[in-house]
DNA sequence: GCCGTTTTCGGCCCGACTGTTTTCAGTCG
């Protein structure tokens, strides 16, 4: 874990314990802000403070003089006196019950203060002695709600990977749509920004009868618990672990409640405090000026209000694209549907299910013009990996198809291991025979920076693509040690893309890096990895990456017609 | 604690919901 990320997290605690101890609301404001920036920062702030000083960190938006100090203080020292000061004033077991629904700093303090709770343990015992509940301010229903947060909390700790989120939401909407009385609906939410992961997931909807939607949305099948059903809004759990929300919204306040509940909260502060400067007022509601509502039943309205241009979802994080949207410098993001294959494959010949011919087929289907058969190499036995005499004939029957094929074609290619001393599992001679060579690190020594490896890797003219460049796995690993930003040096020096792998427990290259290598001018190439059909839908996926890095169409490997694409791989040897 | 074509001081997004109250505090998104 990087620094960014530690700091990020020390100043949330920090956060948490001024809040227990009920500091400022905007100095902990403060703090949470300093940690979402450091969070996703994709500098490190280390190389900030060497290269600048605590002069260059205030420039990072909400790192201000006093917090640029603490981070130097941290980087000089390991430890930052004002954060071990402010946390041994807090139990920190209670801390982490301040993610618990219903559980806020005040009632941890008062329970803290009045019942000499100083641990988990002991607050689930005033929970359930109903010594809790006599205390002011509290109740018998607010103690039953603190007790339902608690057990979900423990059942839906982690998030949820978008890619797991995502079949399931098509098959809510596409039930919700077969019920008349449903106008419009949509998701919101972290799920229609295509965040990699997702909290619960938020769905929108108008229609003529709330109470009927919410009934019919509460007892759609597989939904094992409801949580809420009123008239605008219904929560539910599906299949014991998706928590789903379900709002319904008058026709005339559908573009301003997309907007709204579409995040992310930080994008929609930044929008507010430019709609007060021009006196104006959003809500989910619409947009006003004074009593006089001036808009809201489309999205657009919002941002027009605001004399800028329509940001879609994926952008907004609140990471320039409200300047850019005002400056009408939006990127024009690629499209879903617009890609033109898949990048990344496998088949039955190593460790996958498909046959050549029925890659073909379902590349047709979808109206790619081609898809890349990328097996694993000879050294990669767990995968059944392809020796020499085996990879050719595979070259060979792809040539075949090919030459009878009218529509999409296939693409000769190999995942190739990068080996130990960054040379790789094939000799050129063979690399040059194939159409489409990505290189990837499939195993490493524990502690091992594998940087080296791959930045030697990236200097043989027959490597195009860099697979899965961080090895992380979203909901299990952390993936091997590299410095991702040499990486994009050297992608760009030699003229090498970057994979952003779609498999949704991968998602790799991530949004911020891939934006990082775009800025760099390095070219993205998505692939599913798929290992059988039913995996290529993720190429989706992969595209809510690239637009969350802010990639165009010319960003992209994928964009090439498959002759284009042919000559830009031969380009790199020359 | 951050920030500045309203400001170096005095603001900081804002409304809904819930449960506990009798005018509001706490929590959430």
Avoid at 220 to 235: D, F, Q
Avoid at 467 to 475: E, F, Y
């Amino acid at each position: 874990m990087g620094n960014n990320k530690v700091l990020a997290e020390l100043f949330s605690k920090m956060a948490d314990a001024l809040d227990f101890l009920g500091e400022n609301p905007f100095k902990i404001g403060a703090y949470r802000k300093a940690s979402r920036v450091l969070e996703d920062y994709p500098t490190e702030v280390e190389e900030i403070y060497r290269d600048g000083g605590v002069g260059a960190l205030v420039k990072i938006p909400g790192i201000g003089e006093r917090i640029a100090k603490k981070i130097a203080e941290y980087i000089e020292t390991g430890r930052i006196r004002k954060y071990d000061e402010v946390i041994s004033q807090v139990p920190q077991d209670l801390l982490g019950l301040m993610d618990v629904q219903g559980i806020g700093p005040k009632t941890l303090k008062l329970a803290y203060d009045q019942l000499g709770v100083r641990s988990v343990e002991d607050f689930k015992r005033v929970l359930s002695d109903g010594s809790l509940a006599k205390l002011p301010g509290m109740g018998q229903k607010k103690v039953e709600n603190i007790k339902k947060g608690l057990e979900l909390y423990e059942k839906m700790s982690e998030r949820i990977p978008l890619g797991l989120a995502y079949p399931l939401v098509q098959e809510v909407i596409g039930e919700m749509e077969k019920f008349p009385a449903v106008r419009s609906i949509s998701a919101c939410g972290s799920f229609r920004r295509m965040k990699e992961t997702v909290g619960d997931i938020d769905i929108l909807c108008t229609g003529s009868d709330g109470r009927g939607i919410v009934d019919r949305f509460v007892h759609l099948p597989g939904i094992t618990g409801v949580l809420a059903a009123g008239e605008t809004k219904g929560s539910v759990i599906f299949r014991d672990r998706y928590q789903v929300d379900l709002r319904v919204v008058p026709k005339e306040s559908y573009g301003a409640a997309l907007q709204y509940f579409t995040g992310s909260k930080q994008h929609n502060i930044h929008l507010r405090t430019i709609a007060k400067g021009l006196g104006l007022k959003i809500s989910e509601y619409g947009v006003f000026r004074g009593e006089d509502r001036i808009g809201g039943e489309e999205e657009e309205d919002v941002y027009r209000a605001l004399g800028l241009c329509w940001v879609p979802p994926e952008l907004r994080e609140d990471l320039g694209e409200v300047e850019a949207a005002a400056a009408g410098r939006l990127p024009q993001l690629v499209e879903y549907g617009e890609v033109k294959g898949d990048l990344h494959v496998h088949s039955r010949y190593s460790d996958g299910t498909g046959t050549l011919e029925q890659l073909l087929q379902e590349a047709s289907q979808r109206g790619w013009q081609y898809i890349a058969v990328c097996d694993h190499s000879q050294g990669a036995r767990y995968a059944r990996g392809l020796d020499v005499k085996r990879l050719m004939e595979k070259v060979e029957r792809i040539r075949e198809l090919n030459r009878s094929s009218r529509g999409a074609k296939l693409l000769a290619g190999t995942e190739v291991d990068i080996l130990p001393d960054g040379s790789l599992d094939y000799p050129d001679e063979v690399l040059q025979e194939l159409d489409l060579v990505i290189a990837a690190i499939h195993s490493w020594r524990k502690e091992e920076d594998v940087t080296e490896r791959i930045l030697r890797a990236m200097e043989n003219p027959y490597v195009h693509v860099i697979a899965h460049p961080t090895g992380r796995l979203i909901s299990t690993r952390e993936g091997y040690r590299v410095d991702v930003e040499r990486l994009i040096e050297q992608a760009a020096k030699t003229g090498t893309a970057l994979e952003i792998n779609a498999y949704y427990d991968r998602l790799d290259l991530n949004d911020l890096y891939v934006r990082r290598a775009r800025d760099q001018g390095v070219k993205l190439a998505i692939g599913t990895d798929a290992h059988n059909l039913g995996q290529l839908w993720m190429i989706d996926l992969g595209v809510g990456v690239a637009r969350r890095g802010w990639c165009e169409p010319q960003d992209l490997l994928n964009s090439l017609d498959y002759e284009e694409l042919l000559r830009w791989a031969r380009r790199k040897a020359g």
